[in-house]
């Protein structure tokens, strides 16, 4: 099977469009520690991952408590 020069053009335009975009997917450390938004790379040594250490205060209502 010979591959013409077109095909290695477009198989390498796709392997350099695949590299250079991956990256920007990768999970991001964002939002407020606590709130339902936030997001945080676990390390992938522990399955599953350690708990984070809860700073917030529980009270008797939600209204005193406070999730972080």
Same mark, same amino acid.
């Given at each position: 099977?010979?591959? &013409? =020069?077109?095909?290695?053009?477009?198989?390498?335009?796709?392997?350099?469009?695949? +590299?250079?975009?991956? !990256?920007?997917?990768?999970?991001q450390?964002?939002? &407020? =520690?606590?709130?339902?938004?936030?997001?945080?790379?676990?390390?992938?040594?522990? +399955?599953?991952?350690? !708990?984070?250490?809860?700073?917030?205060?529980?009270?008797?209502?939600a209204?005193g408590?406070?999730?972080?």
């Amino acid at each position: 099977m010979n591959i &013409t =020069p077109t095909m290695r053009a477009l198989v390498w335009s796709t392997s350099v469009l695949a +590299l250079t975009i991956g !990256p920007t997917f990768a999970q991001q450390i964002s939002g &407020t =520690p606590g709130s339902p938004s936030a997001t945080t790379t676990i390390d992938g040594k522990y +399955l599953p991952n350690p !708990p984070a250490p809860f700073g917030g205060t529980i009270n008797m209502d939600a209204k005193g408590s406070k999730p972080y």
